[in-house]
């Protein structure tokens, strides 16, 4: 089963890594001050991964691939790892797609139970 899993950064923030059923992190968030706004990111996440223009497909100085995925607003609520290829990338989308608005919440930042 896909889940998010929350955590908290050495810096204190809070941030969500999407994880697929085989426990790949397949998104990442920025870092959050306040556990609430994170868990807002999370349902950002939910809500936007169902639309395909919310996906920005990007190239890194290194030549792989990588995506963001955006608020309604604009914001980057999440970024993907990297990529050698647009089929892997691709299918990093559809993972996303697949697995955000179902997927359990776990905060492992109390007793690593949502």
């Given at each position: 089963?896909?889940?998010?899993?929350?955590?908290?950064r050495k810096n204190g923030e809070f941030q969500f890594n999407l994880?697929?059923?085989?426990?790949?992190?397949?998104?990442?968030?920025?870092?959050?001050?306040?556990?609430?706004?994170?868990?807002?990111?999370?349902?950002?996440?939910?809500?936007?991964?169902?639309?395909?223009?919310?996906?920005?497909?990007?190239?890194?100085?290194?030549?792989?691939?990588?995506?963001?995925?955006?608020?309604?607003?604009?914001?980057?609520?999440?970024?993907?790892?990297?990529?050698?290829?647009?089929?892997a990338m691709n299918n990093g989308i559809a993972s996303v797609k697949?697995?955000?608005?179902?997927?359990?919440?776990?905060?492992?930042?109390?007793?690593?139970?949502?």
């Open positions: 089963m896909a889940k998010f899993e929350i955590t908290k994880k697929a059923s085989n426990g790949e992190i397949i998104l990442t968030s920025e870092g959050y001050v306040a556990k609430y706004s994170c868990k807002k990111g999370i349902e950002s996440v939910r809500k936007n991964s169902q639309n395909e223009k919310r996906f920005e497909k990007k190239v890194a100085k290194d030549n792989r691939v990588f995506f963001n995925l955006k608020s309604s607003n604009g914001q980057i609520v999440g970024t993907s790892e990297m990529y050698n290829s647009q089929a697949k697995n955000a608005p179902e997927a359990v919440v776990v905060d492992l930042t109390t007793t690593g139970k949502a």
